[in-house]
C-alpha cells in the first residue's frame, strides 16, 4: 500500500497540523507544571500528585465521553475540547507569574494548580475519543492503518520537541513565558480545527439510554479478545512504567543536568516513538503482532531498570530512547487492532475504554511512581517499575497461548481490499 496514501486528503493534513499543534502544546504544558512543582516542593509525592489529578476525571469521565462521542459531531466537539485546554493554559500562565508568589502562598499557589490539572483531565477524557472517531470520518476505511500511523506518528513528534522546547524555555525565557507559548499553539490547533467541514453522525442509535449505551461499549472491548489482550498488556507496562514522571528527581537531583538536559531526558522516549513509528509505514509490523508485542513489552522493562540505575547521563538518554522506540512497537499494533476491530458507530466508546486502560494510566503511572518514590526512594521505585513489567509479560505469555499467536496480516490486506 502507497505509506504516504492518507496525506494525500486536504483536510487529513489539515488535522494533523492541529493535533501536533494539540499535542505540542499539551505535552510542553505538563513538562512545565512538572518543574514548577518540584521546584517548589522538592518533593517527589508532589510529582505523584500531578499525575493523580488529571487521572481521577480522565478515568471517572472517560465512558461517559464516549458516549456523549459517538451522539455528537465531531469536528464541533473537539473545538470545544481545544477551547477548554486554552482556558485552563491561560490560567496556568496566569498563576505562573513571579508576582503571584509574593502574593499568595506556595500551598495555594499549588493547590491551584491542581485544580487545573484536574479540569485538564476532564477535557482529556473527551479529547482522545473524539480524534479517534474524527479520523475515521476524514478518510476512506481502507486507508485507516495508514492515516492511524500518520496521526501516532504526528502525536509521537510532538510529543518529542514539546518536552524538548519545554525543557529549554524554562531555560531560555521562564515558567511563566513558557506557559505564555503554549497558549499560544493551543489557538493554532483551534484555527486548524475550524477549517475541517463538519462531519456526518453515524450511530444509528441517537438518544441511547447511556446506561445501555455503555453497556455495549464495554461488552464490545471484553468480548474482543486482541482488543482486550492488547489494551491490557500495556496497561500494566505503563502503569508500572512510569519512570518518566520522575525525571525532574534524575535532572535536578541524580544526574544534575538542569532543566535543558530535563528537555532531552524527556524528549528521549518520543525521539525514538516517533521513529519506529516512521519506519513502520515503510515496513509494517503487522505479521506475528502478538510476539512482537510482547517482546516488545519486556524490551520496554528492561529499558525502564537500565535508566534507573544509570548515573550516566547518555546512558540515561539512551535508556529513555530504546524505551520510546520499543513503546512505538506498541502503539502500531494497538492502534491497528483498534482502527481494524472497531464499529464506526463505537469508535468514541471504544477509544473512552482505550484512554482508560492506556491514555489514563500514564496518570495513574505517574501517581504510583511518585508514591513508590517517596516509600522506596526514586531508584528503587523505578527498578521496581521495570522488574514488574517484566513479571507481566511472562504471565500475559504464559495465560494466552492465542495472544502469542496473534496475527494481523490478513485483517489489514482484507481491509485494504474490500475498504470495509
Same mark, same amino acid.
Given at each position: 500500500?502507497?505509506?504516504?496514501?492518507?496525506?494525500?486528503?486536504?483536510?487529513?493534513?489539515?488535522?494533523?497540523?492541529?493535533?501536533?499543534?494539540?499535542?505540542?502544546?499539551?505535552?510542553?504544558?505538563?513538562? $512545565?507544571?512538572?518543574?514548577?512543582?518540584?521546584?517548589?516542593?522538592?518533593?517527589?509525592?508532589?510529582?505523584?500528585?500531578?499525575?493523580?489529578?488529571?487521572?481521577?476525571?480522565?478515568?471517572?469521565?472517560?465512558?461517559?465521553?464516549?458516549?456523549? $462521542?459517538?451522539?455528537?459531531?465531531?469536528?464541533?466537539?473537539?473545538? &470545544?475540547?481545544?477551547?477548554?485546554?486554552?482556558?485552563?493554559?491561560? #490560567?496556568?500562565?496566569?498563576?505562573?507569574?513571579?508576582?503571584?508568589?509574593?502574593?499568595?502562598? *506556595?500551598?495555594? $499557589?499549588?493547590?491551584?494548580?491542581?485544580?487545573?490539572?484536574?479540569?485538564?483531565?476532564?477535557?482529556?477524557?473527551?479529547?482522545?475519543?473524539?480524534?479517534?472517531?474524527?479520523?475515521?470520518?476524514?478518510?476512506?476505511?481502507?486507508?485507516?492503518?495508514?492515516?492511524?500511523?500518520?496521526?501516532? *506518528?504526528?502525536?509521537?513528534?510532538?510529543?518529542?520537541?514539546?518536552?524538548?522546547?519545554? #525543557?529549554?524555555?524554562?531555560?531560555?525565557?521562564?515558567?511563566?513565558?513558557?506557559?505564555?507559548?503554549?497558549?499560544?499553539?493551543?489557538?493554532?490547533?483551534?484555527?486548524?480545527?475550524? +477549517?475541517?467541514?463538519?462531519?456526518?453522525?453515524?450511530?444509528?442509535?441517537?438518544?441511547?439510554?447511556?446506561?445501555?449505551?455503555?453497556?455495549?461499549?464495554?461488552?464490545?472491548?471484553?468480548?474482543?479478545?486482541?482488543?482486550?489482550?492488547?489494551?491490557?498488556?500495556?496497561?500494566?507496562?505503563?502503569?508500572?512504567?512510569?519512570?518518566?514522571?520522575? /525525571?525532574?528527581?534524575?535532572?535536578?537531583?541524580?544526574?544534575?543536568?538542569?532543566?535543558?538536559?530535563?528537555? $532531552?531526558?524527556?524528549?528521549?522516549?518520543?525521539?525514538?516513538?516517533?521513529?519506529?513509528?516512521?519506519?513502520?509505514? +515503510?515496513?509494517?509490523?503487522?505479521?506475528?503482532?502478538? &510476539?512482537?508485542?510482547?517482546?516488545?513489552?519486556?524490551?520496554?522493562?528492561?529499558?525502564?531498570?537500565?535508566?534507573?540505575?544509570?548515573?550516566?547521563?547518555?546512558?540515561?538518554?539512551?535508556?529513555?530512547?530504546?524505551?520510546?522506540?520499543?513503546?512505538?512497537?506498541?502503539?502500531?499494533?494497538?492502534?491497528?487492532?483498534?482502527?481494524?476491530?472497531?464499529?464506526?458507530?463505537?469508535?468514541? +466508546?471504544?477509544?473512552?475504554?482505550?484512554?482508560?486502560?492506556?491514555? %489514563?494510566?500514564?496518570?495513574?503511572?505517574?501517581?504510583? %511512581?511518585?508514591? *513508590?518514590? &517517596?516509600?522506596?526512594?526514586?531508584?528503587?521505585?523505578?527498578?521496581?517499575?521495570?522488574?514488574?513489567?517484566? /513479571?507481566?509479560? #511472562?504471565?500475559?505469555?504464559?495465560?494466552?497461548?492465542?495472544? +502469542?499467536?496473534?496475527?494481523?496480516? &490478513?485483517?489489514?490486506?482484507?481491509?485494504?481490499?474490500?475498504?470495509?
Amino acid at each position: 500500500m502507497d505509506p504516504y496514501a492518507a496525506l494525500r486528503f486536504r483536510e487529513f493534513n489539515i488535522f494533523l497540523v492541529a493535533r501536533f499543534a494539540m499535542v505540542f502544546a499539551w505535552s510542553m504544558q505538563f513538562i $512545565v507544571i512538572e518543574w514548577q512543582v518540584y521546584s517548589m516542593t522538592k518533593d517527589p509525592w508532589s510529582l505523584g500528585i500531578i499525575g493523580l489529578m488529571e487521572f481521577l476525571p480522565a478515568v471517572l469521565m472517560a465512558l461517559f465521553a464516549g458516549h456523549v $462521542v459517538d451522539q455528537k459531531e465531531k469536528r464541533n466537539l473537539l473545538i &470545544k475540547c481545544i477551547l477548554g485546554f486554552s482556558v485552563i493554559s491561560l #490560567g496556568l500562565f496566569l498563576l505562573s507569574k513571579p508576582s503571584l508568589s509574593a502574593e499568595f502562598s *506556595t500551598t495555594t $499557589v499549588l493547590y491551584a494548580i491542581y485544580f487545573l490539572v484536574f479540569l485538564g483531565g476532564i477535557v482529556r477524557a473527551f479529547l482522545g475519543p473524539t480524534i479517534f472517531s474524527l479520523i475515521a470520518l476524514i478518510v476512506p476505511k481502507k486507508i485507516y492503518p495508514n492515516a492511524a500511523t500518520w496521526s501516532s *506518528t504526528t502525536w509521537q513528534m510532538a510529543s518529542v520537541l514539546g518536552p524538548a522546547l519545554a #525543557g529549554f524555555s524554562i531555560s531560555w525565557i521562564g515558567v511563566h513565558w513558557s506557559m505564555c507559548l503554549i497558549f499560544g499553539f493551543s489557538i493554532i490547533a483551534l484555527i486548524c480545527i475550524s +477549517r475541517i467541514s463538519r462531519k456526518p453522525i453515524l450511530n444509528p442509535k441517537i438518544g441511547e439510554n447511556v446506561f445501555q449505551s455503555l453497556k455495549e461499549g464495554l461488552d464490545f472491548v471484553f468480548n474482543s479478545k486482541a482488543i482486550f489482550g492488547a489494551l491490557t498488556l500495556d496497561m500494566i507496562a505503563v502503569l508500572f512504567g512510569g519512570a518518566v514522571a520522575l /525525571l525532574p528527581i534524575y535532572a535536578q537531583d541524580i544526574l544534575n543536568v538542569g532543566s535543558e538536559g530535563f528537555g $532531552v531526558l524527556r524528549a528521549a522516549p518520543a525521539v525514538g516513538a516517533a521513529i519506529t513509528m516512521i519506519g513502520s509505514t +515503510r515496513f509494517p509490523i503487522h505479521k506475528n503482532a502478538g &510476539k512482537k508485542l510482547l517482546w516488545a513489552v519486556f524490551g520496554f522493562g528492561v529499558s525502564i531498570i537500565v535508566f534507573g540505575l544509570s548515573t550516566y547521563f547518555w546512558l540515561s538518554v539512551f535508556a529513555l530512547f530504546a524505551l520510546g522506540a520499543l513503546d512505538g512497537i506498541s502503539m502500531v499494533i494497538r492502534q491497528t487492532i483498534l482502527q481494524l476491530k472497531t464499529p464506526d458507530h463505537m469508535r468514541g +466508546r471504544v477509544a473512552s475504554v482505550n484512554s482508560i486502560f492506556v491514555g %489514563s494510566s500514564n496518570e495513574l503511572g505517574a501517581f504510583e %511512581s511518585g508514591a *513508590t518514590a &517517596k516509600l522506596m526512594g526514586t531508584v528503587t521505585a523505578v527498578v521496581f517499575g521495570g522488574t514488574m513489567t517484566l /513479571l507481566t509479560v #511472562g504471565f500475559t505469555a504464559f495465560i494466552s497461548p492465542s495472544f +502469542r499467536k496473534l496475527d494481523l496480516t &490478513k485483517a489489514v490486506e482484507e481491509h485494504e481490499a474490500t475498504g470495509s
